[in-house]
């Protein structure tokens, strides 16, 4: 059996992440994320992870929970 580049990563890094299900996808995921934490902007992520529209990337962005719980405090009639 002849494994693909992205397998091989994720054989070898296997070990560091023992309670996690280590995939491509998961590995694909993760770096976008920390691209974003990192301050890259959306453009440029999204030119490096090869998607066609901006809303595909910005999936990836991690949501700041203190704004989210301002609006809703702000729109939520109690």
């Known amino acids: 059996m002849k494994l693909d580049k992205s397998q091989c990563l994720v054989q070898s890094q296997r070990f560091l992440f023992p ?27 999204q030119l490096f992870a090869g998607h066609r529209f901006p ?17 809703v405090e702000r729109w939520h009639v109690w």
């Open 19 to 45: 309670e996690r299900k280590l995939n491509p996808k998961i590995i694909h995921q993760s770096v976008l994320v920390n691209l974003f934490k990192q301050g890259w902007d959306v453009k440029d992520i």
């Open 55 to 71: 809303f595909t990337t910005g999936r990836y962005k991690p949501q700041d929970l203190t704004e989210l719980k301002d609006a």
